[in-house]
Nanobody, 126 residues
Framework: QVQLQESGGGSAQAGGSLRLSCSVSGSLDNDYCMGWIRQVPGKEREEVASVDSDGAITFADSVKGRFIVSKDTTKNALYLQMNSLKLEDTAMYFC????????????????????YGQGTQVTVSS
């Protein structure tokens, strides 16, 4: 059974940085896309960044130039370095894995299971 576990959330001031980590346990196919999703209560889930099986990286326009995503296949881990944080980055951040990157945000399209961690809260204050 695949399980994802996030760590590294917390509070930061606007302009500051935080680094999120996601550890993967269980057998996750190397063909899977992995990424970070964030959600604010009352708003739709948003894909922040993803890394597909070929290593191609995609960022949401709102975080381009500020966030860095990386994947360590030897450690079965995914990271999100968040720099120049803004108030609007405040959200619950989830690590996610799916066969298709598009399914990270939608929750699935029939191409197999989509896995999510429990989430880690990021709060940015002025």
């Amino acid at each position: 059974q695949v399980q994802l576990q996030e760590s590294g959330g917390g509070s930061a001031q606007a302009g500051g940085s935080l680094r999120l980590s996601c550890s993967v346990s269980g057998s996750l196919d190397n063909d899977y896309c992995m990424g970070w999703i964030r959600q604010v209560p009352g708003k739709e889930r948003e894909e922040v960044a993803s890394v597909d099986s070929d290593g191609a990286i995609t960022f949401a326009d709102s975080v381009k130039g500020r966030f860095i995503v990386s994947k360590d296949t030897t450690k079965n881990a995914l990271y999100l370095q968040m720099n120049s944080l803004k108030l609007e980055d405040t959200a619950m951040y989830f690590c996610a894995a799916a066969f298709w990157c598009v399914d990270l945000e939608t929750g699935g399209g029939g191409a197999g299971p989509v896995y999510y961690g429990q989430g880690t809260q990021v709060t940015v204050s002025s």
